[in-house]
């Protein structure tokens, strides 16, 4: 059992932890500002991946800068779609569960035509390239360098972000729409505003967590489904809308799933996930880590 | 409401005239493939092949049809989607709407098995490439075949050949849930058993595994002399990242599925040198059909072959122009062709006995400086099997 | 013919009721009078069974509601209102009414047995029945709060504040509807009320209730002379 | 009982026209698209109890399908094969009433992420008993034909709208629609909602059951990542969105659409149909909320049962 202590297995699981925090972290500001469930979060995952793919393929730009073409690329496209589709919905007078359900809906129609647009223009074959892959040895660990990058982009981004909802103006307006969307509104917050930075937001950091897992994964235009899923694992654990919680229980999830493995056996991950997943929700929707004002 | 089954009604009118069978000078040949879902991504190389051979005939004047004329080839080709389901209706359609001449096969074990009813209903004979299990043994002779030599029973054998011949003594085996890789695991462990192979660790894993580290760490303290990896594409990849992050040191390392497939060399470069895998054929030999196959084949695509799919698919089709060469598009005939015929392919000497290819051995190919080589068996070899040295 | 026996209810150790105690006496009408947060509608919470109380019970003569479902209070014939209304918006005010006389009470005796047409006629929503609920104005909204809950063919009912934002003149036509509740289907009536003069003129009991505790109960006119309602009560509000 | 109304006849109609007709047209291939069309129908009927009805958006009915697949795979041989199927459906319909009570306390979108937890949670359990087990896939041999595979999935849809018919006309459906408007508000006015909401899941879940086991029967082949694919559940949701979820017209209006949409599209533009597919649910969501029922009744008020009337 002394593999359990290998600090291989430690630095493994705060790799897969604060990835998971960060993608998660992007769907979780869209759910606590706006209550929309973003299923097609993956697939600016996705988007970010192949961009990444391709910056690297084409003119051999690393993902280093390549991930800030991504979360511009998916920014942008979260602005499109924020604009297009969702301002008007969110404007309405609809009951905010009605809001929930049809932007349930909604994203799994674009999550169906963007991975569909994606295959018709790149094919479904899968595509993988080696960038960063020097090995960097610390101690006894040896550790491929695009994951240290990785490592080190979520955890500083997710720690930016926490202390920039904390401090900053915007910030707090974003804080306050978690807490009370009506409130806000009243208090003469600037809503829309507020809600289209997010919104941006969110899709941006998941592009850009998505060019930095392309590096590593195979890329394809269903790929990113999954990592909705551990998304929604992971804010579920949290707390939907509860930011720190949420990056925590990514941690929390990487460290379960890394160790859990360890000690069992892989085959359980799935069942240990959605296991996690459907007790969490069934005894506490609102998330185990949950603390109101933890954000 | 009127309007609505009105537009109805005339909607699935056109779909009827547009499905009707066009009487054309071409041979109709159809298949269903998964060109969206979980599969998806496994299907081009399959595709492939098949567009490069219909292409090949179509400049050769057209398919020998049992020697009395020659025509072109139309391909019709069906999305199933990933689903075996849907390959059973699209096979249906295809006999029985678009009236094709032939039929190819569809990707994946599942489907192959999905289909098979169809066919013996309909007594419509179509020679299988990409599946694989013991179970297809259990399927009716007559209306199907497999070229596959990757059985898993036969598998375990040569495996055991390949590590004794190796000298290993000891290794770990990794699985992937899926049905293949259980499939092959289930054999290979009483015949390693058998042989004296000790197994230091035995671990399972979900297709959908993210990170590798907390099993490796596992087998690199057990220090074995080979890993097994009974894995898919995307596990093989993740496989080399993190056994070399790791550092595992085996001197034999097997990936059951993926180092065949052309971008993960190209990927890797240097650091796959020595991964063993899955398959019995290599363009490096001195087998002028295979050599001609490769090159044709890396023209048109800028990329090469799958050297297990594309290969399968490729030796399907081969199988097919040379029993409609002898047969016609008689069914009858044609099934009486397949089964009793011997075909040449980049393969080697093809043959039936029942469903199965009775003769094509079980191989493996190791990547050496960038290139598959057949290692086993050894009669077939165009490289001797070397020990993995480093991840470079 | 209800008793309340020092029902207690917390939430997470905010304190909202506190030994609270009364009966309710068959036929009357029975007010209950306290500043906002004064634990008015918890109260109604815990009779109808939407809060389960931390303490004590209540009872329909000799059927102890606590612990039941809400439905089987319903079914007991007990009916409540919601201060914040809670119409079936996607239905018809007579499809909310139909609803109603489909589920509640288990027997309908006497004038309790309306039907659909009646309790339309009675509150006024005949004009509108066929609208969708969401559709309607406040004040017909409140109505069909209680058109609703008087389909379920109630012995009790609750009222929480259905004249709150209603003009004086819908004020006086709601007077008139609680009382020919009482008076014509023989409706025990319990009434939360902000608007102190209809409160006072329509009951013949009142509870004052502050932070959780009874601090004065009797006929209207004993009450409001009470020097602890018109400081706690009274006095805060003026 | 009242007289049929138009939006209970049609789609009743409408299922027994097509199972007529298609057999006329002599050709398995007809054959085999309607017993998808059948299977969707179900399938969304099915849906439709529990999340037109009550309101309880179940985005894992896969689940079901898959349990009734199983169960007959898992009896194959032991029993006759009917009465797997129907094994297979009590099995399911078993499993919700299980898992039913804590699940039904969860509400709006968490239970929305909760079936599907559920569905992708029971893949996984069956993976791991597959494996354990040492059956890597299961072949199906000599099970019964297309036309009777046909005729039974005929029966399974009418079934299914009769189902979704029936249970608008009785107290339950009055009952589930009142849980729809106001979970709150209904328990208050009588309305016994936790076995209702039980009850409808447990009557949405039998159907699918049975249907999963057609779906094996049909390929011949059970693999749980396949028997469980939540393509499935989504698909189910598209089209009760498309079609309108609020009576038995809906379904059927939905199914029949996007199966002649894919019969016309998927086949050759397969990417096309998945982006048509994706952009038409989102334009009946923003749009048309009420699916193609909503559009051909659009002098209704709003939505809303007419059970209780």
């Not at chain 1, 240290?148 to 500083?156: I, K, P």
């Not at chain 2, 054309?24 to 081009?44: C, H, Q, W």
């Not at chain 3, 009414?97 to 006024?124: C, W």
Request: charged share 15%; glycine share 10%; proline share 4%.
């Amino acid at each position: 059992m002394e593999f359990l202590l290998s600090g291989q297995l430690l630095v493994a699981a705060l790799i897969i932890g604060s990835i998971y925090g960060l993608v998660a972290l992007g769907l979780n500001l869209i759910y606590g500002t706006m209550r929309l469930l973003n299923i097609a979060h993956g697939d600016l995952v996705m988007i970010g991946a192949y961009t990444g793919y391709w910056l690297f393929t084409l003119a051999a730009i690393s993902p280093v800068l390549a991930m800030l073409a991504a979360g511009a690329l998916a920014g942008l496209t979260g602005a499109a779609l924020y604009f297009g589709l969702f301002r008007r919905q969110l404007a309405g007078s609809q009951p905010i569960e009605r809001i929930e359900a049809n932007s349930l809906l909604i994203f799994f129609g674009i999550s169906i035509v963007i991975q569909n647009l994606t295959a018709l223009a790149f094919t479904a074959s899968p595509r993988t390239y080696q960038a960063l892959d020097t090995l960097v040895r610390i101690g006894e660990v040896s550790i491929a360098q695009s994951r240290l990058v990785a490592l080190a982009v979520c955890l500083g981004l997710s720690a930016a972000i926490v202390l920039f909802l904390r401090f900053s103006a915007l910030g707090l307006s974003i804080r306050a729409l978690i807490q009370h969307r009506t409130a806000s509104r009243i208090v003469g917050i600037d809503v829309d505003r507020v809600q289209a930075f997010t919104f941006v937001l969110g899709f941006a950091l998941a592009g850009l967590a998505g060019t930095l897992i392309g590096v590593t994964e195979q890329i394809s235009p269903f790929m990113g489904f999954p990592f909705t899923i551990v998304a929604f694992v992971v804010i579920v654990l949290g707390g939907l809308g509860n930011l720190a919680g949420g990056i925590a229980a990514g941690m929390v999830l990487g460290l379960i799933e890394t160790y859990g493995v360890a000690l069992t056996s892989a085959n359980l991950r799935s069942v240990l996930i959605y296991g996690v997943f459907i007790l969490v929700l069934v005894l506490r929707p609102e998330g185990l880590l949950q603390k109101r004002r933890l954000t | 409401m009127k309007k609505f089954v009105g537009a109805l009604a005339a909607s699935a009118l056109a779909a009827a005239a547009w499905a009707a069978p066009v009487q054309a000078a071409e041979v109709r040949i159809g298949y269903s493939i998964a060109k969206t879902g979980l599969f998806a991504p496994a299907a081009p190389s399959q595709i492939n092949a098949y567009n490069l051979w219909a292409e090949q005939v179509n400049a050769r004047g057209g398919l020998d049809l049992g020697g009395k004329e020659k025509r072109k080839i139309e391909l019709i080709q069906y999305d199933d989607q990933s689903n075996p389901g849907n390959a059973v209706k699209i096979y249906e359609k295809l006999i029985t709407q678009d009236k094709v001449d032939l039929l190819l096969s569809p990707w994946g074990t599942p489907h192959h098995f999905a289909i098979a009813s169809v066919l013996e209903r309909h007594k419509f004979p179509m020679i299988g490439s990409t599946a694989s299990s013991v179970q297809l043994r259990n399927m009716k002779p007559g209306n199907i075949w497999f070229t596959t030599a990757a059985v898993a029973d036969k598998l375990a054998t040569a495996m055991v050949g390949l590590l004794q011949s190796a000298g290993v003594k000891s290794v770990a085996i990794l699985t992937n849930q899926l049905p293949f890789g259980q499939e092959n695991k289930k054999f290979l462990m009483p015949a390693l058993k058998a042989a004296g192979i000790e197994v230091l660790v035995d671990a399972d894993y979900p297709p959908n595994i993210k990170d590798m580290t907390a099993i490796l760490v596992k087998v690199k303290a057990a220090k074995p002399d080979g890993v097994i990896g009974l894995a898919y594409p995307g596990d093989s990849i993740l496989y080399i990242n993190k056994a070399r992050e790791v550092g595992i040191a085996a001197k034999f390392q097997y990936l059951l599925v993926g180092p065949a497939i052309g971008f993960f060399r190209g990927m890797f470069k240097g650091a796959a040198d020595g991964i063993v895998t899955l398959g019995h054929w290599s363009p490096h030999g001195d087998d002028a059909r295979s050599k001609a196959f490769y090159a044709a084949y890396k023209k048109k695509f800028k990329q090469e072959p799958d050297y297990l799919d594309s290969v399968e698919a490729w030796v399907s089709v081969e199988i097919l122009e040379q029993a409609v060469a002898k047969a016609g598009l008689d069914k009858d005939k044609l099934r009486q062709a397949i089964s009793t015929g011997t075909f040449d392919t980049i393969i080697g000497k093809v043959r039936f006995d029942g469903v199965q290819n009775a003769v094509t051995p079980t191989g493996f190919l190791q990547i050496q400086k960038g290139e598959l080589h057949v290692v086993w068996p050894k009669d077939r070899q165009t490289a001797p099997l070397a020990p993995k040295t480093g991840w470079k | 013919m209800l008793t309340v026996d020092r029902i207690g209810k917390s939430f997470g150790g905010v304190r909202a009721l506190h030994e609270i105690s009364f009966t309710v006496p068959e036929g009357s009408i029975f007010g209950i009078m306290g500043a906002n947060g004064a634990g008015k509608t918890t109260l109604f919470a815990t009779i109808a069974g939407n809060l389960a109380p931390s303490a004590g019970e209540v009872r329909l003569r000799d059927l102890r509601l606590t612990g039941l479902p809400p439905h089987r209070i319903a079914g007991a014939g007990v009916a409540r209102t919601f201060q914040i209304v809670r119409p079936f918006r996607g239905l018809s005010v007579r499809e909310n009414v139909a609803t109603g006389l489909r589920f509640g009470a288990r027997n309908r005796a006497g004038a309790a047995a309306m039907d659909a047409a009646g309790i339309l006629g009675l509150t006024g929503l005949e004009p509108v029945a066929d609208r969708p609920a969401g559709a309607l104005t406040l004040a017909q909204q409140k109505r069909l709060e209680v058109a609703r809950a008087l389909a379920t063919g109630p012995q009790l009912l609750l009222l929480d504040e259905v004249m709150a934002g209603l003009t004086p003149a819908e004020v006086k036509e709601m007077i008139a509807m609680v009382r020919s509740i009482r008076s014509d289907m023989g409706v025990t009536v319990m009434i939360i009320e902000h608007v102190m003069g209809a409160l006072m003129a329509l009951s013949d009991h009142v509870v004052v209730l502050d932070h959780g505790e009874t601090i004065a109960a009797g006929p209207p006119a004993d009450v409001a002379d009470d020097p602890a309602v018109q400081t706690a009560y009274l006095g805060r509000r003026r | 009982m009242r007289f049929a109304t138009p939006r209970e006849t049609v789609p009743l109609l409408l299922v027994a026209a097509i199972a007529a007709i298609l057999p006329l047209l002599g050709s398995d291939y007809y054959l085999g698209v309607g017993f998808a069309l059948f299977g969707w129908i179900a399938l969304a009927q099915s849906w439709t109890i529990v999340s037109g009805l009550a309101g309880y958006i179940s985005l894992g009915h896969v689940v079901f399908a898959g349990i009734g697949g199983y169960v007959l795979v898992l009896t194959w041989g032991a029993v006759p094969v009917w009465a797997g199927a129907v094994l297979g459906a009590l099995a399911a319909g078993l499993f919700a009433l299980l898992v039913g009570l804590p699940v039904l306390r969860v509400r709006g979108p968490y239970f929305v992420i909760l079936t599907f937890g559920l569905a992708e949670f029971a893949k996984y359990v069956v993976i791991n008993i597959e494996n354990a087990l040492g059956r890597f896939g299961r072949l199906i041999l000599g099970g019964p034909p297309v036309e009777t595979l046909y005729w039974a999935m005929a029966a399974a849809a009418l079934a299914g709208t009769l189902a979704v018919i029936v249970t608008r006309r009785v107290r339950l459906g009055a009952g589930l629609a009142a849980v729809r408007e106001d979970e709150l508000a209904a328990e208050t006015i009588g309305v016994p909602t936790v076995r209702f909401k039980l009850l409808a899941f447990a009557l949405s879940a039998v159907l699918p059951g049975f249907v999963g086991a057609l779906f094996v029967l049909r390929t011949g082949y059970f693999e749980p990542a396949q028997a469980f694919d939540p393509v499935i559940s989504f698909t189910i949701v598209t089209m009760a969105i498309i079609g309108g979820s609020e009576d038995a017209r809906g379904p059927v209006f939905g199914a029949l659409f996007l199966v002649v949409l894919s019969e016309l599209l998927w086949s050759n533009f397969p990417q096309v149909y998945m982006i048509i597919l994706g952009a038409l649910l989102i334009g009946f969501v923003l749009f048309a909320p009420n699916g193609v029922a909503g559009l051909l009744d659009r002098r209704r008020p709003s939505g809303g049962a007419r059970a209780a009337a």
